[in-house]
């Protein structure tokens, strides 16, 4: 089992830019892919990024390309995501999770471990 703790969220003014983060433990070997999904009251959950254990890939959502940026910390088993530009239709509670199937999915489904979230909020 992955343990997920994010951390990172905030409110925060349109225009402005937050770091996510989301530190591993447990069976952290075990993962392939971490994904960030957020969700907005009412939503439905959406993918946002997504990067290989290793950092060697990463995939964006639409709605994001451009504006957030997804790495990972090596050395500290945590994946951040940083965000700028920020707007108001990006607020929602963001969830890290994982997989340890090797292919790519945006589909919440594929993902099997998750944290609990962190609140973001971007005020007009």
């Known amino acids: 089992q992955v343990q997920l703790v994010e951390s990172g969220g905030g409110l925060v003014q349109a225009g402005g830019s937050l770091r996510l983060s989301c530190a591993a433990s447990?069976?952290?070997?075990?993962?392939?892919?971490m994904g960030w999904f957020r969700q907005a009251p009412g939503k439905e959950r959406e993918f946002v990024a997504a990067i290989t254990w290793s950092g060697g890939r990463t995939y964006y959502g639409d709605s994001v390309k451009g504006r957030f940026t997804i790495f990972r910390d090596n050395a500290k088993n945590t994946v951040h995501l940083q965000m700028s530009s920020l707007q108001p239709e990006d607020t929602g509670v963001y969830h890290c999770?994982?997989?340890?199937?090797?292919?790519?999915?945006?589909?919440?489904?594929?993902?099997?471990?998750w944290g609990q979230g962190t609140q973001v909020t971007v005020s007009s």
């Open positions: 999770a994982t997989t340890p199937a090797a292919g790519f999915s945006q589909y919440s489904t594929w993902y099997d471990s």
């Open positions: 447990g069976r952290a070997f075990n993962i392939y892919y």
